[in-house]
C-alpha cells in the first residue's frame, strides 16, 4: 500500500490535519504497512516451504506403502523365524564350545598335577600307573595335593612293586683294595687249564 492507495480511502494531509495529526503519520502508516506485508510474505514463503516438506514426506511414505504392500507377511515371518533359531542354535553351541574348552582344560590340570603327585610317590613312570587309579576318586586340593591318593597308591606299591623306585639303597660294589679271591688261586687255575686257557701268573 502506497500513500495514493491511502489518499484514496480518504486518509489526506487535510483530513489528518483536520483530525489532529500530522502528514508525516500518513508515511509511517506506509512503513509499518510495508513491514507487515513484508512479514506476511516470509511466514506465506516458510509455510510453502513446510508445505513442500510435508508434501515429499507424504510421497516418500506412499512409496513405503507401497512396498510394503508388495511384500509377502508370511515369508517375513518365517524368515524371522529361522534367523532367530539359527541364533539360539548358534548361541547353544557357542556355550557347549566353551564349556568343552573349560573342561578339558581343567581335565589337563588335573593330569599335569596328577602326574607330579605321582613322581612324589616315587613311581617310576605315571603312564604306567594311572590306568591302574579309579580317576574318579580322586579331588584336587586347594592347596594342589590329591585327595584319595595315597589310598589307591599303598596297594599298588604292594601287588605291582616293580612300577615304584625301591626305597632300599643300591648294594655298593667294591673293587680294588686287598681282599682275596672268594674262589682259591688252585681252583681258578684248575679251571682255566681244563678250559684251555693260558694261566695268569
Do not use: C
Not at 518365517?78 to 573342561?103: I, V, Y
Not at 599298588?156 to 612293586?161: N, R, S
Amino acid at each position: 500500500m502506497n500513500k495514493k492507495d491511502l489518499e484514496k480511502l480518504g486518509f489526506t494531509a487535510e483530513t489528518l490535519e483536520k483530525a489532529g495529526l500530522k502528514p508525516e503519520v500518513l508515511d509511517e502508516i506506509i512503513v509499518l504497512h510495508g513491514k507487515d506485508i513484508e512479514k506476511h510474505k516470509s511466514e506465506l514463503v516458510t509455510a510453502g516451504e513446510k508445505l513442500a516438506t510435508v508434501q515429499g514426506q507424504l510421497e516418500k511414505a506412499n512409496e513405503a506403502i507401497d512396498s510394503f504392500k508388495k511384500l509377502d507377511p508370511e515369508g517375513i515371518q518365517k524368515a524371522a523365524a529361522d534367523w532367530e533359531s539359527k541364533a539360539k542354535e548358534w548361541e547353544e553351541k557357542a556355550t557347549q564350545a566353551a564349556k568343552d574348552a573349560d573342561e578339558k582344560i581343567a581335565s589337563m590340570k588335573f593330569d599335569a598335577a596328577l602326574a607330579d603327585a605321582l613322581k612324589d610317590a616315587k613311581v617310576k613312570d605315571p603312564a604306567d600307573v594311572i590306568p591302574h587309579l579309579k580317576k574318579d576318586m580322586l579331588k584336587l586340593g586347594d592347596d594342589g595335593k590329591f585327595i584319595g591318593l595315597s589310598e589307591q597308591i599303598e596297594p599298588l606299591k604292594t601287588a605291582k612293586d616293580y612300577l615304584f623306585e625301591s626305597e632300599e639303597p643300591d648294594p655298593k660294589i667294591v673293587t680294588g683294595g686287598k681282599s682275596k679271591n672268594v674262589i682259591g688261586d688252585a681252583s681258578v687255575i684248575a679251571a682255566r687249564q681244563a678250559a684251555g686257557l693260558p694261566v695268569e701268573k
